[in-house]
């Protein structure tokens, strides 16, 4: 984990580029691994993910729009690792601060269920996000601190390609128009 105490403006923007790229690095990854078949269904993801969570899956089982036709969801492996990992790493994070049981399990399902609402109102309407940096991409988050999704919308379904955290990705996300927005995606 870097630390950014007493670093310049200059030092603080290179470990921002650096964090970029290897972000969009994980992306390009996850295009590769998506083109080559290595997808996981959400009804799955969602059961198995309750189960990082330590709750019921019937938590995770509500929609975000009824009466809308949603594309069909899948995840790329590498999304799933980094959800479960956060899952995992809340869950951990509230142990060592000796917090009870039952706000461990809250922090990492608020977290989870943030992410799987987030992902379910793309399937609902593609066309939200913004172009992403990575070509082919779009991207779309909910806010400061919550979940940034990296998918690719494809012959009506969503491919989830990246589970970023706004403040630490694009934390620019709150427009879309400038210099960010017409910044070139990387390929």
């Known amino acids: 984990m870097r630390k950014y105490t007493h670093m310049d403006q200059e030092t603080l923007s290179f470990y921002n580029w650096q964090f970029e790229q290897e972000q969009a690095e994980r992306i390009k990854d996850a295009l590769k691994r998506a083109d080559s078949g290595h997808l996981i269904d959400h009804a799955k993801l969602k059961e198995i993910a309750a189960g990082w969570c330590k709750i019921e899956q019937s ?105 970023l955290v706004s403040y630490r990705k694009w934390p620019r996300m709150k427009s879309a128009s400038g210099s960010w927005a017409d910044r070139k995606s990387l390929s």
């Open 59 to 163: 938590k995770l089982d509500e929609v975000v729009i009824a009466d809308h036709k949603e594309a069909r969801i899948y995840w790329s492996d590498g999304a799933v690792n980094h959800l479960q990992h956060m899952c995992e790493h809340m869950a951990t994070v509230w142990v060592l601060h000796d917090q009870p049981d039952s706000r461990t399990s809250d922090a990492a399902e608020s977290h989870l269920k943030n992410v799987l609402s987030t992902v379910e109102l793309i399937a609902s309407y593609p066309g939200v996000g913004r172009p992403g940096l990575v070509k082919e991409t779009r991207e779309w988050g909910m806010g400061f601190g919550r979940a940034t999704i990296a998918y690719r919308h494809l012959l009506g379904e969503i491919q989830v390609l990246g589970v």
